[in-house]
């Protein structure tokens, strides 16, 4: 069944008025089992947080969750989509995006969008991994074979965690599909973001595709920054990002959401001409390098990102939102010294955390979880 016309509608028109997106940690017990109970008391602690979306089986996750031995695909996507529509029941509100990782060669690309859309996902991040060779016309293939069934993403991965390196006439050739509804620039260079604004400009697709950072190195500056770009016409364009699907965000996610509305304050001010604040613009890049140094520490740049994803779990860990730090494959650990780089950072930058809300959110969702007999919790 194609997916409902409105429905992709809608999905663009909420991308594009922007969102925190979490891209979600894989909850394990213990003793390395899918701990469902923990899964689902994250997508409650994100959205509780406020975040507009939520992305599932990405980086983040952990790909090796589509490996047979775990089989962990599907129960994830499924878990959280389940949760995600409890709260919106539970709260009257819009159930939150929600957004599918999908990799590998175009057939089972394809059968993992397939998956998200009869789950009920709104859109699919298609990532650049599991490919093998693969020139711009092949990519391009794949992700028109992919936008039948979902709303496409376009994912600009760093190649230190699996991505490739991808030019400007690939990104101008994606943005002309007429189902590419955003694109997350996660790439950590400057000059690779630029050609994807570029890209954008020059397919005229400025106002339909929303551009989203996964930048986690320069999240907060890619929130503010206003980039001017001629179109073909030769009249400037003007871009920016309006959100961001971030593995930083799915740890403090209370001051994520704090930080993209000062960021909208920002663009709202300079829309209406009025003068900014330069005290406050000052504090914002403040934080913005302090968020800088904490995503070092957190996403391990001393061993080249190696433990980036152990670093997520440790930190929900040590707040007490799920049981264990461990990750699917016994390689994935934190490296040498993060914990002790984690630690510090967060005692130099408490303001960067959200632990007494993490606090009051896990003894208001126990209390709710207690009062519904020892299910569901707020």
Known sequence: MVLDLNRRKRTRARLLAGAVIPALPLALAADGSFDEAAQRRLVRYYLWAGAGGLAA????????????????????????????????????????????????????????ARLARELGYDAVLLSPGGVTGGVTDDLIARSEAVAAELPLVGFYLQEAVGGRYLDEEYWRRLCCLPDLVAIKVACFDRYRTLDVLAAVVAAGAAERVALYTGNDDQILLDLVARYELPGPGGALCQLRFVGGLLGQWACWTTRAVEQLERARDWHRALDSGLPLDVAAVERYFVEAAAVTRANAAVFDVVYRFAGCIAGINHVLWRQGLIASDRCLEAHEVLSPGQAERIAAVVAAHPELTDDAEVTAFLAADSKAGEAAGGGEGI
């Open 57 to 112: 089986a990405v980086h983040t996750t952990q790909f090796v969750i589509r490996d047979p031995h775990y089989g962990l695909f599907e129960p994830v996507l499924r878990v959280v989509a389940d949760e995600a529509g409890r709260w919106a029941a539970a709260h009257g509100a819009e159930r939150p995006l929600l957004i599918a990782g999908a990799v590998g060669e175009t057939e089972q690309a394809v059968a993992e």
